[in-house]
Nanobody
Framework: QVQLVESGGGSVQAGGSLRLSCAASGRTFAGHSMGWFRQAPGKEREFVAAISWSGGLTSYADSVKGRFTISRDNAKNTVFLQMNSLKPEDTAVYYC?????????????????WGQGTQVTVSS
């Protein structure tokens, strides 16, 4: 299996920005909608944002709408999450995965494995 690799996390102050990336070496996300999910300590994993295979459709959790932007570069097999106006409540480990459009259920494309995620810490 090929592990997804999330990167770009870090520690920022409230109001700051980060850009997350998700890639799988030598593999493609062809045909799959992709999403970002996050999990804070002691909480369930939650949906953050999703983008269709073509990139023409996007969807966001209400908590991040207007602040986060998801995008993808299919030529580079990479999905991005631009996070602006970060808040302390955005603190979590962020993961990418394929997702079922509309239900935002995360799943792993056959042959892939969950990555380690990337930690985002926002201080007030």
């Amino acid at each position: 299996q090929v592990q997804l690799v999330e990167s770009g996390g870090g520690s920022v102050q409230a109001g700051g920005s980060l850009r997350l990336s998700c890639a799988a070496s030598g593999r493609t996300f062809a045909g799959h909608s992709m999403g970002w999910f996050r999990q804070a300590p002691g909480k369930e994993r939650e949906f953050v944002a999703a983008i269709s295979w073509s990139g023409g459709l996007t969807s966001y959790a209400d908590s991040v709408k207007g602040r986060f932007t998801i995008s993808r570069d299919n030529a580079k097999n990479t999905v991005f999450l631009q996070m602006n106006s970060l808040k302390p409540e955005d603190t979590a480990v962020y993961y990418c995965a394929a997702t079922i459009w509309g239900s935002w259920t995360a799943y792993m494309i056959p042959g892939y494995a969950w990555g380690q995620g990337t930690q985002v810490t926002v201080s007030s």
